[in-house]
């Protein structure tokens, strides 16, 4: 049930734009992103909820293909502060009133000047 | 406002010794997760609670770890005996979401970075 995220790792310089795909192979209710520095806690990005309905980041853009279950998020511009590994979480409903959230195994996006 | 507080942050020891990790979440978050982070994968759940209740436990390995969250505030996680395998970092997170799904952001904690030697 883990989400598959690709590429694993990119290498932008400064200014550059970027696309990480998450695709999962079950049915999705939502997908989460989130950003971890080396050595810190992951920081919230986006929630994109089924309907359409987002939650997130000022300056970054995602979008949820609820028939293809995947999501993509765009970073565009990237600066310095963008490097990081970038996670994405997709929630499945496992039963009766009961959902869980996994965490694909990331990708690490390293911004050069 | 004040973020989620984990300590110890690093902890070191042998295998089948025992650990216990504590959590202080974000004041009024009404949901506490634990969770599992080896060295470059993304993190895993251990166990959720809401309030003081567990809302899944599904992927704990109950004949080690155990956690408890008392009083709907503050939680621990204890491995007992640990592995090498247990090596990684525990996450605790918090968010202030009451439901089923999680439509709410969750706030992480720095982590206790666990060795087992």
């Known amino acids: 049930q883990q989400p598959v995220q690709s590429p694993q790792a990119v290498i932008l310089r400064e200014g550059e734009d970027a696309v990480i795909n998450c695709s999962s192979s079950?049915?999705?209710?939502?997908v989460h992103w989130y950003r971890q520095k080396h050595g810190e806690a992951p920081v919230f990005l986006m929630i994109?909820?089924?309907?359409?309905e987002q939650k997130g980041h000022e300056k970054i853009s995602a979008s949820f293909n609820e028939k293809k279950q995947q999501s993509s998020l765009y970073l565009t511009a990237s600066q310095l502060s963008y490097s990081g590994t970038y996670f994405c979480?997709?929630?499945?409903?496992?039963?009766?009133?009961?959902?869980?959230?996994?965490f694909g195994k990331g990708t690490k996006l390293s911004v050069i000047p | 406002e004040a973020g989620v507080a984990q300590s110890p942050r690093y902890k070191i020891i042998e295998k089948r010794q025992s650990v216990a990790f504590w959590c202080n979440p974000i004041?009024?978050?009404?949901?506490l997760y634990w969770y599992q982070q080896i060295l470059g994968q993304g993190p895993k759940l251990l166990i959720q609670?809401?309030?003081?209740?567990?809302?899944?436990d599904s992927q704990l390995p109950k004949d080690r770890f155990s956690a408890e969250r008392l009083k709907g505030v503050d939680s621990t996680l204890k491995i007992q005996p640990a592995k090498l395998e247990d090596s990684a970092v525990y996450l605790c997170?918090?968010?202030?979401?009451?439901?089923?799904?999680?439509?709410?952001?969750?706030?992480f904690g720095s982590g206790t970075q666990l060795s087992v030697l």
């Open positions: 079950k049915a999705l209710y939502s």
């Open positions: 004041s009024g978050h009404a949901t």
């Open positions: 979480g997709t929630e499945i409903r496992t039963g009766a009133g009961s959902y869980q959230l996994t």
């Open positions: 609670f809401q309030n003081n209740g567990v809302v899944d």
């Open positions: 994109l909820l089924k309907g359409g």
């Open positions: 997170a918090s968010s202030r979401f009451v439901g089923s799904a999680t439509n709410e952001k969750l706030f």
